[in-house]
């Protein structure tokens, strides 16, 4: 069964303190990982695509590597406008979207 | 582009009433997706169109739900009778290649059956 598994579940920061979320995949011939970011409230807002092990996306703070087991995202200095929840999602069989439980991130000040 | 619209933004009814939620995908876009969010079952794909035809549909949980496509500019996701455990945040997302092209969503609709 095609499956990602998130973790952290939840992670608390200090602003400038970096880290890293996981999301693990069983997913026979990943054709895709995807990384979005959630505001409470607010529908789900597309951050990374990620097709092959080794590949490697970043944007301001943000950076999502890719191996074959596992995907990335390293958040560098972070400041309290990060904080949300991420989502990790894998396309699996039947061209869909499986997503992990997502990781809530809170960045204090 | 105004994104991916749906309505209601908010849904409050009662069992055995039907609801129906309405999405307008981004112009252009062939694929349209129907996912149900619950802190218990995270996000889940209920259904997914290809130029307006249903192409998978084995995530809709039940009969009492339904979906349908009768344009390229506008969805439905119908739920008759309504119960409690369908209380959920419902979001409609679009995008041009299928599941491995970026997925737009909508602002969801949260469904509250009482």
């Known amino acids: 069964e095609d499956q990602v598994t998130q973790s952290p579940e939840a992670l608390r920061l200090q602003e400038g303190e970096s880290s890293s979320l996981n999301c693990s995949y069983t997913?026979?011939?990943?054709?895709?990982l995807f990384w979005y970011r959630q505001d409470p409230g607010k529908g789900p807002e597309f951050l990374f695509t990620?097709?092959?092990a080794g590949e490697e996306k970043e944007k301001e703070r943000l950076k999502a590597t890719l191996t074959k087991k596992e995907s990335f995202l390293h958040i560098t200095a972070p400041k309290p406008e990060d904080s949300a929840t991420y989502l990790c999602?894998?396309?699996?069989?039947?061209?869909?979207?499986?997503f992990g439980a997502g990781t809530i991130l809170r960045v204090k000040s | 582009d105004a994104g991916v619209i749906q309505s209601p933004r908010h849904e409050v009814t009662e069992m055995g009433q039907e609801v129906t939620l309405r999405c307008k995908p981004i112009?252009?876009?062939?694929?349209l997706f129907w996912y149900r969010q619950t802190m218990m079952r995270g996000l889940e794909l209920l259904i997914y169109?290809?130029?307006?035809?249903?192409?998978?549909d084995s995530g809709m949980p039940e009969d009492r739900f339904s979906a349908k496509m009768p344009n390229a500019s506008f969805s439905t996701l119908k739920i008759q009778p309504s119960e409690p455990r369908d209380s959920a945040v419902y979001f409609c997302?679009?995008?041009?290649?299928?599941?491995?092209?970026?997925?737009?969503f909508g602002p969801g609709t949260r469904l509250t059956v009482l």
């Open positions: 999602a894998a396309v699996a069989q039947g061209n869909k979207l499986v």
């Open positions: 997913v026979s011939g990943l054709r895709g």
């Open positions: 997302a679009s995008s041009l290649g299928g599941a491995r092209d970026t997925q737009y």
């Open positions: 990620l097709y092959s």
């Open positions: 169109f290809n130029n307006n035809v249903p192409i998978d």
């Open positions: 112009s252009g876009h062939d694929y």
